[in-house]
T-cell receptor, first 116, second 111 residues
Framework: DTGVSQDPRHKITKRGQNVTFRCDPI?????LYWYRQTLGQGPEFLTY????????KSRLLSDRFSAERPKGSFSTLEIQRTEQGDSAMYLC??????????????FGPGTRLTVL | RKEVEQDPGPFNVPEGATVAFNCTYS??????FFWYRQDCRKEPKLLMS???SGNEDGRFTAQLNRASQYISLLIRDSKLSDSATYLC????????????FGGGTRVLVKP
């Protein structure tokens, strides 16, 4: 499967714990995005990378959230001191280099986080 | 006001019928537009891009009205498998090409 992959698919944690999610984009896609989706809502942008550089962060991304893409390939999203309000689906997307296709984003299956 | 607004539905559609719904966007500088489909507890999947001249892909037709800032999707000859949430998506043309999603319109096709 050459699509975007995310791991884990599900995570249940207790309030106050730290969690880390991983995203592997489609090979050679230089842009990688993180979104969050809560029940009944559309996905909301969190942050994006072009290669290894994190170029934009939403105000939704509090200080407890940090994302990295150290080698410009896979990315990790860490949430520290989780709160019940962090419960959501965390979606990763990537987009290709090709001119004209640059803004077509392909989504991974998501990581569903439940904070108890 | 939300940046991208959609009627949440649900639109209950008899199999074989036609259904159409719109979304409105607030940023007149928005550059590109899409419809994504999302099945329950799955990731969004690109259904089609929306071009200024309108475009068709099989039973699906998308239209863009820049003057009134709305996008429409029409589904002809609805199939049971068309039951899903349809997300209206706008790229506002920022450097990062981030997407802004509407809340989705739920469509239920019934036999």
């Amino acid at each position: 499967d050459t699509g975007v992959s995310q791991d884990p698919r599900h995570k249940i944690t207790k309030r106050g714990q730290n969690v880390t999610f991983r995203c592997d984009p489609i090979s050679e896609h230089n842009r990688l995005y993180w979104y969050r989706q809560t029940l009944g809502q559309g996905p909301e942008f969190l942050t994006y990378f072009q290669n290894e550089a994190q170029l934009e962060k939403s105000r939704l991304l509090s200080d407890r959230f940090s994302a990295e893409r150290p080698k410009g390939s896979f990315s990790t999203l860490e949430i520290q001191r989780t709160e019940q309000g962090d419960s959501a689906m965390y979606l990763c997307a990537s987009s290709p280099r090709k001119q004209g296709e640059m803004d077509t984003q392909y989504f991974g299956p998501g990581t569903r986080l439940t904070v108890l | 006001r939300k940046e991208v607004e959609q009627d949440p539905g649900p639109f209950n559609v008899p199999e074989g019928a036609t259904v159409a719904f719109n979304c409105t966007y607030s940023n007149s500088a928005s550059q590109s537009f899409f419809w994504y489909r999302q099945d329950c507890r799955k990731e969004p999947k690109l259904l089609m891009s929306v071009y200024s001249s309108g475009n068709e892909d099989g039973r699906f037709t998308a239209q863009l009205n820049r003057a009134s800032q709305y996008i429409s999707l029409l589904i002809r000859d609805s199939k049971l498998s068309d039951s899903a949430t349809y997300l209206c998506v706008v790229n506002e043309g920022t450097a990062g090409n981030k997407l802004t999603f509407g809340g989705g319109t739920r469509v239920l096709v019934k036999p």
